[in-house]
Every structure is written in C-alpha cells, then in structure tokens.
C-alpha cells in the first residue's frame, strides 16, 4: 500500500496510522489506544506541515512544533517508552521532506581511502541480507551461552564459598542439625544466560519426620498452593524440646523467618569476610539491607574485577519433608512468618530436559534464547526465566515438532503465545494451573510488555539488537 500510491508521504502514512489504530485497543487497551491516537495526530499535523509553502512565517513554524513535542511530553508512561521512538522518527522524516526542497550542497571532495573499506561495506551487505533464522542462531552463539570457562570458575568459587561456610557453621553452631549444603539453580542446569552472576546455596534443616508435617499451600488458610506450612506434630508425647527446631516455632508451626534470621546472625554478621576474601583471592561480603540471605563476590576473574562485575549467592534454608521441598525465600511470602515457598523450579527443568531427551528437541535453547532477550531488552526484563519456561511446558503440549530447523519457528510461536497470556492477564503454572504467574504483575508491566512483544510480532529482530 506504500509503495503503490503516488503520494507515499500522505497515502502511505495514513494507512499504517489507520492500521495502528485499528489494532491498537486490542493490545493497548482503551487508555492506550487514546494515547495512540494522541500521537497519530501529533505525525499527521507534522506532515501537513511539511507540505506548506517555504514562505510561512517561521515562528507559526516554531509554534506548532513545540505544539507536537507538547502532545508526546504530556503523554503516560507507556508512551513515553514506546509510541515516543515512533512519534519521532516520524518527525525527523518530515522535517527531511521539508528541506528536500532546499538546493543540495555538493558534496566535498573525500581523501582515498584504504583497500579495506570495499571489504567493510561487503560484510555490512552480508549482515543486512541476513534472514532472520541466521540471526537468530547467530545472536544464541554469540549473545546467550557462556563460554566452558567462565561456568566453571563461578561454580569452583560457590564451591569454596559454601565449603568455608558449612565448616564454619559446624564448628560454631555443632548442635543445629543441617544436611550437606549443595549450590543449585540455573548455573548448575546449564540454563543461565548472558553472564555467569548468581547461584544458590541450598541449607538443608535434618527435621524429624514423625514430629513434623508439611501442609500444602491448598489447605491453609492463605489457599495459595505454593506457600506451604510446616506443622509441629505429637506435642503431648514429645513436648517442646524434643526437637532442635521447636525454638523456631511461631503458633504451632515452623517460623521460615526465625531460621532465616538465626542464619543470618551466625553466618551473615559473625564470619570472618576479610579473611575469608584474603584465602579466596575474590572479595566476599555480605548483602545488607536485604530480606533474602545474599553474599556478593567481586573479583572471579581478574576481567570481571576490572570491570566491577559481582557475582551473587542466595543462601536458602531448605526442608524436604513428604516430597514436598519448601524454601524460606522472604521476598516472596511477604510478611507471613511461618508460611515457606514451594518451588517448582526443579520440576520444570527437569520436564524440560526430559522432552528435549525424547526427541532432540530445543525447548532449553527456545528457552535460555527468550530469557537472554528479557535480560537485554528493558522492557521486558519483568519476564523471568519461571514466565519462559512455563510458557514453552504449555507449547510443548500441543506443538510436536521440536528440531533444529524449527528453532526460529518455535522462537516466533513463543512470543505470540505471551502475547495471548499478557492479553487475560493469566499465566497458569504447568504443575499447578490455579496458580497464575503473574499475579505480582502491575497493568504498567503487562502493557509495557505486551506493547514490546506486540512489535516483535512484525519486526522479530528488535528483539535481538
């Protein structure tokens, strides 16, 4: 439709914002949709500007454009970070209409340049012609996995680290039963994206399994199904005492609170950080101020300390009673004391990795390529690697081809399938489908997203800049 009118800079224009408007409610909503139309305005009135005669007068000029520049700046947030870059690329086009009509310098006489430039202005062909697939697999060698190396000297340094702290934990703390501390998360599994900065440590609490019962989240009071309970049990045969953990109880029930704080005293506050930094060679200190029990590290290697990059270890208490594995991660329940999170993170990984063995699939690629794109792209970095992973479970239940040659396929059907969760507002859990993933999200966020995601639909490679 361009291409084809004579008049592009009318014609042309009018039927994208006549497009844009047109679908803009269905992902914008209806305050969206009157921002857009804002916007839409502010173009056209530019381009009518344009096509005025040379000889009007300069301030009515002035006027109008800040006018236009008006509309962009009183409008929300939402279009400030998206619909702006459109508002003004299209200025910047109409002014350059406006001054096609001015005489064109002649350009001045350039010095030789060397044989290389021939060369340069070819490879810069290549990657323009480059289709979409090719860039993709380029942007997953290149901007996604992380080289053998940098995994294994972050893995060797968690290791140390949580070497020196259970030793140290045994011989201050001999009586508090804990089982062998293990690092854990996506830097173990061969999921972690971009760059190697952060673990878990998992510290298991050795409970009695005749003294304690876990109660699922679907049976408290709270009904949320991943914020679990642990129950003192038998407290007229073994009272109070009988077991190292009673003193962490609040009502009857294991406070994930009060172990986090007892850690938090003995490790955080009570260790050694100078000298454990000096035998490590790495800077090793504590994370203050933070409800989660973190440890920051500077200096894995000596370009990662030039260059002031940290690397992070959350410490978790953890305890696996009936199946059932309960974190304290008070960043997540809140202010309820006594509930502990039930993570699915191990369940989804290791479905994942099961249907990829199955049939050589690409689900952990799709996976760590989407997770690298909300790392880098801004507005999406409210996605994280739980939204992903679960939208490709989803995929994988009624999308049977998996190979190599449907990566980019798989990669496009991802985006439009978040699309559709961001439209209802609901991401349901794969092991838990009455849990809704984004339940934490604000409606700024899901526009926000939805607005970037909607873009990608046309122009997938914004994604991958």
Same mark, same amino acid.
């Given at each position: 439709?361009?291409?084809?009118? /004579? ?50 007068? %300069? ?49 001045? %006489? ?27 697999? $380029? ?15 972050? $893995? ?31 830097? &173990?599994?061969? &999921? $972690? ?41 038998? &407290? ?37 950080? %100078? ?22 590290? $500077? ?68 996976? /760590? ?8 792209? %801004? ?32 990669? &496009? ?18 092991? /838990? ?33």
């Amino acid at each position: 439709m361009y291409y084809s009118s /004579k008049r592009r800079g009318e014609d042309g224009i009018a039927a994208v914002i006549d497009f844009l408007l047109s679908n803009a409610r269905l992902v914008l909503g209806v305050g969206g949709a009157v921002v857009l139309g804002i916007a839409t305005l502010a173009v056209k009135r530019l381009i009518e500007r344009a096509g005025r005669p040379p000889d009007e007068k %300069p301030d009515k000029k002035m006027t109008d454009s800040w006018e236009e520049l008006g509309l962009v700046s009183a409008s929300p947030k939402l279009l400030h970070k998206g619909i702006e870059g459109v508002v003004m690329k299209q200025i910047a086009a109409a002014t350059k209409k406006a001054e096609l009509s001015q005489p064109i310098p002649l350009p001045s %006489p350039e010095p030789q340049r060397c044989d290389t430039e021939p060369l340069q202005r070819r490879k810069r062909m290549d990657l323009c012609v480059m289709t979409f697939v090719e860039h993709l697999q $380029q942007y997953y060698r290149t901007r996604v996995c992380l080289s053998v190396e940098e995994v294994s000297v972050a $893995q060797q340094r968690a290791l140390d680290i949580a070497t020196e702290i259970q030793a140290f934990l045994h011989s201050k703390r001999p009586d508090m039963p804990l089982g062998d501390m293990t690092l854990a998360g996506s830097l &173990l599994d061969d &999921l $972690q994206v971009v760059k190697a900065d952060h673990t878990c440590l998992i510290v298991p609490l050795q409970l009695e399994s005749s003294l304690w019962t876990p109660i699922a989240g679907e049976d408290t009071f709270l009904g949320h199904p991943q914020y679990c309970m642990v129950r003192r049990e038998n &407290l007229e045969y073994f009272p109070r005492g009988q077991s190292y953990w009673d003193r962490h109880l609040l009502g009857g029930y294991l406070s994930s609170r009060l172990v986090s704080e007892q850690l938090g005293k003995t490790v955080m506050e009570s260790m050694n950080w %100078p000298s454990l930094t000096g035998t490590l060679e790495c800077e090793v200190r504590p994370v203050l101020g933070s409800p989660e029990l973190k440890l920051e590290i $500077q200096g894995l290697t000596q370009s990662s300390y030039d260059s002031g990059e940290r690397f992070y270890i959350t410490v978790l208490p953890t305890v696996r009673l009936a199946e059932m594995t309960l974190t304290a991660q008070r960043e997540i329940t809140g202010s309820f004391d006594y509930v502990w999170y039930q993570s699915l993170y191990t369940s989804e990984t290791a479905r994942l990795a099961a249907l990829d063995k199955a049939d050589s699939g690409v689900r952990r690629k799709c996976l /760590k390529t989407l997770k690298a794109v909300c790392r880098n792209c %801004p507005s999406l970095r409210k996605l994280n690697g739980s939204h992903l992973c679960n939208v490709i479970l989803h995929m994988s239940e009624k999308e049977a081809d998996w190979s190599e040659s449907a990566f980019a396929d798989r990669f &496009l059907q991802a985006i439009t399938e978040l699309i559709g969760f961001l439209e209802t507002g609901i991401l349901p859990s794969y092991f /838990k489908p009455n849990v809704n993933l984004f339940q934490g999200s604000t409606e700024d966020d899901i526009d926000e997203m939805g607005f970037m995601l909607y873009c990608a639909v046309t122009e997938p490679e914004i994604l991958l800049i």
